[in-house]
């Protein structure tokens, strides 16, 4: 959802904000907007449309004095994308500006309790509400001042605020969204994320909900909810600043995709310790693993295609039944679990509201939650008994690669270690594919060296397709769920992924002449099965393209185009099938025109419900 960041120092505030907005345009694209303190006054320049605008409104920020400032990248919520509805909002009295990341929920009530007293909407978004409450409970006292603000508040919300009478210091308030603060030499900031800010400073602390921070040039201060200062422990980001860079590649999602080997490698060596599975800081010891009655695996969008994975490959090796529930319906279904089952939250960001409520709802119900995510000291990592970190580093691309490619690997790496202390796996097989871990970087690799060609080919033939069908069986079914959002997401061809068994019960009647049909054949033990359903549809007009592995051969005669994999044990197969399909994705949309690392209506980070 919408990026935020905000600079307290002594060098000009609008070119070091619109840097940190550059890094974060992939929370939000629609409009954007910064103001400053200049002099006594606030200064505010915000407009519909890419960043780019507020660039050329500004000279680059250079028409803008004053060296504190906050700024804004939107994904609108309340109120179609406008030059009013941007952000920041400024209170009537023009001493209050305002930026926000979340949803105000009782916006409504809110608006009746401000209009009651003589205020005046100027636009249709509910973060008005908090420029107009901040002037009108204004006590003289900032922080008072936010906290009585954040009392009336209901919903999720990272806020930047400024006030024209403090032009050292800026004020920033969490609950529920995230916000790290960046701690540098005569500078502080804030950020949305930390790969905005990394090029700044590599020091960072993290609010907690309902914390007030005062930002200042040379000091930060963290208030809690009494207005008592809470003393925090600065930390070091490792991430590379260069994550947040394209390094050449003409999109972050295809240099992404190149990332997975190290990715993959970074997220499995260290869980592997001379052929045993180690999961480091997990508490549980086997013999919690053992005794479980069950397992459910939670989380939203590609991460629940993820957790699909998952349940093949625990269910298959461990013998323990596995769940996987969208984590907005979890949340809402009054889930039955408790102490017997595990509760696995799988989220790149750790921020994802409906994974957040997911995971708190499976704490209120006394079940054990380990959660899987690749961002360091996020929500969902700090709120769960235990983290699975996937070392995967920032992901800025709005459609996931490594970060879920890491998360299959997480997966596997849990699911091995719970069939081991279930005694459910034997010897030879534990060590055969704690090998094949292992071996996945360099497979992944060979997919980059060997298939990208042939891929950019048939994507080349293929991008004029209105729609594309993805089918398979077994962990291949759950491989085509995501290849099909891939597509669909950045390219905007209508996909959908079906069973292949499921086909004749309804879908086959959209099958015609020339429908694009992706067909993931993987399996060896269902290849025949899945063979049967592309001559079923070829022979109703469908054009077929198969990914397959070593059993490639059997398709030959029947696709109409072949991607042969590199061989890999077929538990992991998913890995494989996820590479190439991501860069059928990528090379799809890149020939139809389409704004890849910025989808139309996407975010990243999706953190309303
Ligand atoms: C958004 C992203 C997806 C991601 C999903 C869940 O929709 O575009 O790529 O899979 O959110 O995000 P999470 O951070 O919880 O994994």
Same mark, same amino acid.
């Given at each position: 959802m919408c990026?935020i960041?905000?600079?307290?120092g002594s060098?000009?505030?609008?070119?070091?904000l619109?840097?940190?907005l550059k890094?974060l345009?992939?929370?939000?694209?629609?409009?954007?907007?910064?103001?400053?303190?200049?002099?006594?006054e606030i200064k505010?320049?915000k407009?519909k449309g890419?960043l780019a605008n507020?660039?050329r409104?500004t000279?680059d920020?250079?028409?803008?004095?004053g060296?504190?400032g906050?700024?804004h990248?939107? &994904?609108a919520t309340?109120?179609?994308?406008s030059?009013l509805?941007?952000?920041?909002?400024?209170s009537?009295?023009?001493r209050?500006?305002v930026?926000?990341?979340?949803i105000?929920?009782?916006?409504?009530?809110?608006k009746?309790?401000?209009?009651?007293?003589?205020?005046?909407f100027?636009?249709?978004?509910?973060?008005?509400?908090?420029? #107009?409450?901040?002037e009108?409970y204004?006590?003289g006292?900032?922080?008072?001042?936010?906290?009585?603000?954040?009392?009336k508040?209901r919903?999720?919300?990272a806020?930047g605020?400024?006030?024209?009478?403090?032009?050292?210091a800026f004020?920033?308030v969490?609950?529920?969204?995230?916000?790290?603060?960046g701690l540098?030499?005569?500078?502080n900031?804030?950020?949305?994320?930390?790969?905005?800010?990394?090029s700044?400073?590599?020091?960072f602390i993290?609010?907690?909900?309902?914390e007030?921070?005062?930002?200042g040039?040379?000091v930060?201060r963290?208030y809690d909810?009494n207005?008592?200062?809470?003393p925090?422990e600065?930390?070091?980001?490792t &991430?590379?600043?260069?994550?947040?860079?394209?390094?050449g590649y003409?999109?972050?999602m295809?240099k992404?995709i190149h990332?997975?080997?190290?990715?993959?490698?970074n997220?499995i060596?260290?869980h592997?310790?001379?052929?045993?599975?180690?999961?480091?800081?997990i508490k549980p010891?086997?013999?919690y693993?053992?005794?479980?009655?069950?397992?459910?695996?939670v989380?939203?969008g590609?991460?629940?295609?993820a957790?699909?994975?998952?349940k093949?490959?625990?269910?298959?090796l461990?013998?323990?039944?596995?769940?996987?529930?969208?984590a907005s319906e979890f949340?809402y279904?009054r889930?039955i679990t408790g102490?017997?089952?595990?509760t696995v939250?799988i989220s790149q960001?750790g921020?994802?509201?409906d994974?957040?409520?997911?995971?708190?709802e499976?704490?209120?119900a006394?079940?054990?939650?380990?959660?899987i995510?690749?961002?360091i000291?996020s929500s969902?990592?700090r709120?769960?008994?235990?983290?699975?970190y996937?070392l995967a580093?920032?992901?800025?691309a709005?459609?996931?690669?490594?970060?879920?490619t890491?998360?299959?690997?997480?997966l596997?790496?849990?699911?091995l270690?719970?069939?081991?202390?279930?005694?459910?796996?034997?010897?030879?097989t534990y060590a055969?594919?704690a090998?094949d871990?292992?071996?996945?970087?360099d497979k992944?690799n060979?997919?980059?060296k060997e298939?990208?060609?042939?891929?950019?080919y048939?994507?080349?033939v293929?991008?004029?397709a209105?729609?594309?069908?993805f089918?398979?069986?077994?962990?291949?079914?759950?491989?085509?769920?995501e290849?099909?959002?891939?597509?669909?997401?950045i390219?905007?061809?209508?996909?959908?992924?079906?069973a292949?068994g499921?086909?004749?019960h309804?879908?086959?009647s959209?099958?015609e002449?020339?429908s694009?049909?992706?067909?993931?054949?993987?399996?060896?033990?269902?290849?025949?099965?899945t063979?049967?359903?592309?001559?079923?549809v070829?022979s109703?007009?469908?054009?077929?393209?198969a990914?397959?592995?070593n059993?490639?051969?059997?398709?030959?005669?029947?696709?109409d185009s072949?991607?042969?994999?590199?061989?890999v044990?077929p538990?992991?197969?998913?890995?494989?099938?996820?590479v190439?399909?991501? #860069? #059928?994705?990528?090379y799809?949309?890149a020939a139809?025109?389409?704004?890849i690392?910025?989808?139309r209506?996407l975010?990243?980070?999706v953190?309303?419900?």
């Amino acid at each position: 959802m919408c990026g935020i960041v905000g600079y307290a120092g002594s060098d000009r505030a609008a070119p070091i904000l619109l840097e940190g907005l550059k890094k974060l345009e992939y929370r939000g694209y629609d409009s954007s907007g910064l103001a400053v303190v200049s002099g006594p006054e606030i200064k505010m320049v915000k407009t519909k449309g890419r960043l780019a605008n507020l660039c050329r409104l500004t000279d680059d920020g250079k028409n803008l004095d004053g060296s504190v400032g906050i700024g804004h990248t939107r &994904w609108a919520t309340h109120g179609e994308p406008s030059d009013l509805n941007s952000h920041p909002h400024i209170s009537p009295d023009g001493r209050f500006a305002v930026v926000h990341n979340g949803i105000i929920e009782n916006y409504l009530e809110l608006k009746e309790f401000l209009t009651a007293r003589g205020f005046r909407f100027l636009s249709e978004t509910d973060t008005e509400a908090v420029a #107009l409450l901040t002037e009108y409970y204004f006590s003289g006292d900032m922080i008072d001042t936010l906290q009585k603000v954040a009392n009336k508040l209901r919903g999720s919300y990272a806020l930047g605020v400024l006030f024209s009478q403090t032009p050292d210091a800026f004020y920033a308030v969490r609950k529920d969204s995230p916000l790290v603060v960046g701690l540098g030499k005569g500078a502080n900031y804030i950020a949305s994320d930390m790969p905005a800010l990394l090029s700044r400073t590599r020091s960072f602390i993290l609010l907690e909900d309902d914390e007030i921070a005062l930002v200042g040039r040379n000091v930060v201060r963290v208030y809690d909810r009494n207005k008592e200062i809470v003393p925090k422990e600065p930390f070091e980001a490792t &991430w590379d600043e260069s994550a947040a860079e394209k390094d050449g590649y003409p999109h972050f999602m295809l240099k992404e995709i190149h990332e997975q080997p190290k990715a993959l490698q970074n997220t499995i060596k260290p869980h592997i310790k001379n052929g045993k599975i180690d999961l480091g800081a997990i508490k549980p010891t086997a013999d919690y693993f053992k005794n479980i009655a069950g397992i459910d695996i939670v989380a939203c969008g590609s991460a629940y295609h993820a957790g699909v994975v998952g349940k093949y490959f625990i269910e298959e090796l461990a013998r323990v039944p596995v769940g996987v529930d969208l984590a907005s319906e979890f949340r809402y279904r009054r889930p039955i679990t408790g102490e017997s089952r595990l509760t696995v939250i799988i989220s790149q960001s750790g921020e994802t509201a409906d994974t957040l409520a997911a995971l708190r709802e499976a704490k209120r119900a006394k079940s054990k939650t380990l959660a899987i995510v690749n961002v360091i000291g996020s929500s969902i990592a700090r709120e769960a008994d235990e983290v699975f970190y996937t070392l995967a580093g920032p992901e800025i691309a709005v459609a996931t690669t490594k970060g879920y490619t890491t998360q299959l690997a997480a997966l596997c790496l849990i699911g091995l270690y719970i069939a081991d202390a279930r005694g459910a796996v034997n010897t030879e097989t534990y060590a055969g594919l704690a090998g094949d871990l292992l071996t996945l970087p360099d497979k992944v690799n060979c997919v980059l060296k060997e298939n990208v060609g042939g891929l950019q080919y048939l994507s080349s033939v293929h991008h004029g397709a209105t729609h594309a069908f993805f089918i398979g069986r077994g962990r291949d079914y759950a491989a085509a769920m995501e290849g099909s959002l891939k597509l669909k997401e950045i390219s905007y061809i209508h996909a959908e992924a079906y069973a292949a068994g499921e086909l004749k019960h309804g879908t086959i009647s959209l099958i015609e002449n020339g429908s694009l049909v992706v067909a993931v054949c993987t399996e060896p033990a269902l290849a025949e099965k899945t063979l049967s359903n592309i001559r079923e549809v070829k022979s109703r007009g469908a054009h077929v393209l198969a990914l397959t592995a070593n059993i490639g051969q059997k398709f030959a005669a029947d696709a109409d185009s072949l991607v042969v994999l590199p061989d890999v044990n077929p538990l992991l197969s998913p890995v494989l099938s996820a590479v190439a399909l991501q #860069l #059928l994705g990528y090379y799809i949309s890149a020939a139809r025109g389409c704004d890849i690392d910025k989808p139309r209506n996407l975010a990243k980070s999706v953190t309303v419900e």
